[in-house]
């Protein structure tokens, strides 16, 4: 099937099994291996993707889904000379270790901040519950938000 999707503002037409999930289409087809794959079950976060400016975990989407919709991947909100805020924040507040997470979680504040844009402690942790991090304990992850949010974290 012919899908026409914008990826980080910039259309894309693309031939497509019916079968295909947006996370393999991001990485495979489209080269945007920001968008991590972590458990194929939609358990961990770490492939949350904006669709229409919501997140999603792109292995629950068919590319076909995304058909005539806009998708921004962690690769189209900003870069290592020009951060995006949240990421920023993330940085500053040392809310990644290995790493592997870092892109669905930045991608699930980017919308929860857009909802919340103070966020409390308690709505941060509500709103990125569904993103699992291995190495980081959540803490400096919670307090990147909230810094990006312009709230204080509460020790």
């Known amino acids: 099937m012919k899908v026409s999707i914008a990826v980080n503002g ?4 693309h031939d497509v099994e019916p079968r295909v999930l947006l996370v393999h289409h991001l990485r495979e087809t ?20 904006l669709l229409d400016g919501e997140s999603v975990k792109s292995c629950t ?3 076909v889904q995304a ?9 189209g909100i900003g870069s290592a000379a020009a ?7 993330f940085q500053e507040h040392h809310g990644l270790q290995c790493g592997f997470c870092t892109p669905g979680m930045v991608m699930a504040a980017l919308s929860l901040l857009e909802e919340h844009p103070k966020p409390t402690e308690a709505e941060v942790r509500e709103g990125l519950e569904g993103n699992l991090c291995r190495c980081t304990g959540y ?4 307090a990147a938000v909230m810094a990006a949010g312009g709230s204080k974290a509460t020790a």
């Open 139 to 142: 803490h400096n992850i919670v």
């Open 83 to 89: 951060m995006h805020p949240v990421q920023a924040a």
């Open 61 to 63: 989407v068919l590319a």
């Open 30 to 49: 489209l080269g945007l291996t920001g968008t991590n794959v972590g458990c194929d079950t939609s358990s961990c976060g770490a492939c949350t993707v």
């Open 67 to 75: 058909d005539g919709r806009s998708v921004t991947t962690i690769e």
């Open 10 to 13: 910039e259309q894309q037409q």
